[in-house]
């Protein structure tokens, strides 16, 4: 039986164009859907738009339009963002959508059913930017801890009884320690939690921008409890037969950013203890993105637009610089310069010479054909080859605690430790002394790379396929069952390599 994996990237607010801090968290989760994909999990990649609350209404009147002719349109945006970055998401959920309006119904009744809803009244901050209520002590200077603007509310308004949930969820990430990540992330999310909960407004009277209320249409369903639902409704939920539902639920990995670790940690799943439902295995936090040292954001016109980057430097280079460049859970800082770095050292320097130097080589000095498995190995050779046959396994791990920087970091040192033995065994020089050993050495570097650029698969999909191609290894032969030991690179006829990775000059 096939195992299933389940990753879901957030639901962007449809109040704003798409930038880089979305771009990394949907690239991270393409990275990794890949990954399992090629590793033979059969995979559901969610991504999708959270289009309903007060700060898209917002958004939609201050330019004199409906709040579904904004949601379409910059939900459209976000559609067309992962053909742009290459992602390999099997759905993409609109809030709007009317599966969704009937598993955001379901959960409320649930919650209703079960007794974990009540009405009363709201008196206190809300933060529009966040979507969010905050308590009198996390304000300080009229600010959420965020930075963002708070007003004061007071409408009616139903509550979720969260302040019960308390001892629960702390035993839960007691007897899941893996639930959050990084360590740093859970220990935070566990001094909220023992910090006090109250209980939480789960719906809004003062706006009509969302899914209504069942049995009272006066009321908006808070859009966080709203939105967190995606998950389900993506998996057919409520049909609890529906084999989506039975394969993909729980959900594997919900990869998020810091910022919203809370309703991710905290609010879904005492939403999902009450409903009766299983809880996600797994919640990673990442970390936040600046621009060239300041913090990105539209007031200061600083944002970093997917399109333009790509057309500039390429979609895999930014793809594997936003991954290598910082530890993932860390945050990080784009910059021009560190950009370049990578491209022009990773990524033409080290991998792009490897490939251009032993394949053109083997182009010219083997008969236009990989040679024959080498059969006497010397002692530096069955350390080099020890090295890259232990990789996949090295990477997986990694890949598992979403440590890509240390994946990448590790299939690095491999490609630095075969322009060493190309530079070591000098092959051009084999061709007039020892012809059969030259064939050796080009076959184990062949191996080498195709070693490497069926891990690199993930993270530069394009790249790698080039790569691949070069060397003539069969599109069937590209995952990682193909990596096992006893499998090799085929003898097979290639053509004259062009360079992957040219260099760029800023
Ligand atoms: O919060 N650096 O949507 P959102 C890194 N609709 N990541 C960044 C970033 C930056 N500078 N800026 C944005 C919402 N992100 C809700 C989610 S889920 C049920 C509902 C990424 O459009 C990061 O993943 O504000 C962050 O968590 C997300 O975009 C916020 O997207």
């Not at 969010?132 to 996390?138: G, M, N």
């Not at 945050?331 to 560190?338: I, L, N, R, V």
């Not at 322009?419 to 092959?427: E, I, S, T, Y």
Request: hydrophobic residues 40%.
């Amino acid at each position: 039986m096939k195992n299933y994996y389940y990753i879901t990237t957030p639901i962007y607010y449809v109040n704003d164009k798409p930038h880089i801090g979305h771009a990394y968290t949907s690239i991270a989760c393409d990275v990794l859907a890949r990954f399992k994909r090629l590793d033979g999990y059969n995979v559901k990649f969610l991504t999708g738009t959270d289009e309903h609350g007060q700060k898209v209404e917002k958004a939609a009147i201050s330019q004199n339009r409906t709040p579904i002719e904004f949601a379409d349109e910059i939900s459209e945006n976000f559609k067309s963002l992962t053909d742009l970055l290459n992602l390999s998401n099997d759905d993409f959920i609109r809030t709007t959508e009317k599966r969704h309006k009937v598993a955001s119904e379901n959960i409320w009744k649930k919650l209703i059913d079960n007794n974990h809803i009540y009405l009363d009244k709201y008196a206190g901050w809300y933060a529009l930017k966040d979507e969010a209520f905050y308590s009198e002590k996390e304000i300080t200077n009229g600010k959420a801890p965020t930075g963002a603007d708070v007003q004061w509310v007071e409408e009616p308004s139903y509550f979720f009884d969260l302040s019960t949930w308390e001892e629960k969820l702390l035993d839960f990430y007691e007897e899941n320690p893996e639930f959050i990540s990084p360590l740093s992330r859970m220990n935070e999310v566990k001094s909220f939690v023992r910090g006090g909960l109250r209980d939480l407004s789960v719906s809004r009277t003062s706006f009509q921008w969302g899914i209504k209320v069942p049995n009272d249409n006066n009321h908006i369903m808070y859009v966080w409890l709203d939105a967190l639902t995606n998950y389900l409704s993506a998996l057919g939920y409520p049909n609890t037969k529906n084999l989506s539902y039975v394969n993909f639920w729980p959900a594997d990995l919900h990869m998020v950013g810091k910022d919203i670790l809370r309703f991710h940690a905290v609010y879904w799943p005492a939403f999902l203890m009450a409903a009766g439902l299983p809880l996600p295995k797994r919640i990673f936090a990442h970390g936040w993105w600046t621009n060239e040292g300041r913090k990105i954001s539209k007031s200061d016109g600083n944002i970093i637009d997917p399109l333009e980057i790509i057309n500039n430097y390429g979609l895999d280079q930014i793809r594997y610089f936003l991954l290598r460049e910082v530890p993932f859970g860390s945050d990080g800082d784009f910059s021009k310069s560190a950009l370049l770095a990578r491209i022009n050292g990773d990524l033409s320097n080290d991998l792009g010479n490897l490939c251009q130097r032993v394949i053109s080589m083997i182009y010219k000095n083997c008969e236009r054909k990989i040679p024959n498995k080498c059969q006497n190995y010397s002692d530096e050779d069955k350390i080099f080859i020890k090295e890259f046959q232990n990789l996949y396994s090295k990477v997986s791990i990694e890949m598992n605690n979403q440590s890509f920087h240390q994946a990448l970091k590790m299939i690095w040192n491999v490609i630095s430790n075969a322009n060493k033995f190309v530079d070591l065994q000098a092959p051009w020089k084999l061709k007039n002394t020892n012809i059969s050993r030259m064939n050796d050495v080009l076959w184990i570097l062949a191996e080498s790379i195709r070693t490497i650029s069926i891990l690199i698969q993930p993270f530069m999909p394009s790249s790698s396929n080039k790569i691949l191609n070069q060397l003539s290894v069969l599109e069937e032969e590209r995952t990682f069952e193909f990596l096992k030991p006893n499998v090799f690179i085929k003898s097979n006829l290639i053509e004259n390599p062009s360079p992957i990775f040219p260099r760029i000059t800023d």
